[in-house]
């Protein structure tokens, strides 16, 4: 008999907002469309009538590329310039 595949995780908001360093889940929901416009992020899957999950493998490959990836914006401290007084 062959071993079944492993099933991937599913994960909810509160985790991924915490995996993506959002300061609540609310923060991240309120984001997640754009996310998933702009940036690829993957989709969440529903599993039950309104509980939205994601699958963990694919948030943290979607992570890892994100940290490879040059970003798309220069820092807004890009722009800052130094004054002297004299």
Known sequence: ????????????????AQMLDYPSTTAFLRQRKRLEETMDFPPP???????LRW????????????????????????NVVQLRVM
């Open 45 to 51: 899957v529903a599993l039950q009538l309104k509980a």
């Open 55 to 78: 699958c963990s493998a694919a948030v943290q490959t979607w992570i890892e590329l994100q940290a490879a990836r040059p970003p798309a914006y220069a820092p807004a401290r890009s």
């Open 1 to 16: 008999m062959t071993a079944m595949p492993a099933l991937p995780s599913f994960i909810g908001a509160t985790v991924v």
